[in-house]
């Protein structure tokens, strides 16, 4: 079994900052891509960044200049840095990864629960 736990997630107020985290645990070989999403009410979930495990890292136009991805390839952990909040990144944060449990096997993909981040104005 593989899971990812998210957390670091809260109430915040417009222009704060928070870093999520979101550890990996279980039966992994490696981790590939890491990742961060976001869903808020009545809308998609949408890409935040993500970050290989080379550390290249690949963000959302509007998440650009505000937010940092980051991983420790040591702890299976990805971190998102998040700074200058606004209203509008109010939503549930889900960290992905695409992990192998096995040398034998290609990597699958797994989500955390999520964290809910709410920025007020």
């Known amino acids: 079994q593989v899971q990812l736990v998210e957390s670091g997630g809260g109430l915040v107020q417009a222009g704060e900052s928070l870093r999520l985290s979101c550890v990996a645990s279980g039966t992994i070989f490696s981790i590939n891509d890491m990742g961060w999403y976001r869903q808020a009410p009545g809308k998609q979930r949408e890409l935040v960044a993500t970050i290989t495990s080379g550390g290249d890292t690949n963000y959302a136009d509007s998440m650009k200049g505000r937010f940092t991805i980051s991983r420790d390839n040591t702890k299976n952990t990805v971190y998102l840095q998040m700074n200058s909040l606004k209203p509008e990144d109010t939503a549930v944060y889900y960290c992905?990864?695409?992990?192998?449990?096995?040398?034998?096997?290609?990597?699958?993909?797994?989500w955390g629960q999520g964290t809910q981040v709410v920025v007020s104005s």
């Open positions: 992905n990864a695409d992990i192998r449990r096995s040398k034998w096997f290609a990597g699958q993909d797994y």
